[in-house]
């Protein structure tokens, strides 16, 4: 079983950039799709990207397109999630999460604890 624990949040400012790290704890990515989604309280959660299990798909909601990149790298058993661009409307905090039947935004079984993201204008 795969644990997600993300790390890279912090605070920036709007038009600035963040690369978000997911590792995966007492296991590993491979043959997991992996997905970045984001909650601000009070509002349901977003889905912000995802990869599939060997990198040859990513999918992105139009709010990010083009300014948010999914990458992995199972070497190195990580997720990353490259920001730029950023607006005070990205401010959230971003869940990485792992399924094996994971495409785009459904079919995740393992979620991380989350890291905030805060962007000022």
């Known amino acids: 079983q795969v644990q997600p624990v993300e790390s890279g949040g912090g605070l920036v400012q709007a038009g600035g950039s963040l690369r978000l790290s997911c590792a995966a704890s007492?296991?590993?990515?491979?043959?997991?799709?992996v997905g970045w989604f984001r909650q601000v309280p009070g509002k349901e959660r977003e889905f912000v990207a995802a990869v599939n299990w060997n990198g040859g798909s990513t999918y992105y909601p139009s709010s990010v397109k083009g300014r948010f990149t999914v990458s992995r790298d199972d070497a190195e058993n990580r997720v990353y999630l490259q920001m730029d661009s950023l607006k005070p409307e990205d401010t959230a905090v971003y869940y990485c999460?792992?399924?094996?039947?994971?495409?785009?935004?459904?079919?995740?079984?393992?979620w991380g604890q989350g890291t905030q993201v805060t962007v000022s204008s």
């Open positions: 999460a792992a399924g094996v039947r994971g495409r785009a935004n459904t079919g995740y079984d393992y």
């Open positions: 007492g296991g590993t990515f491979r043959s997991y799709a």
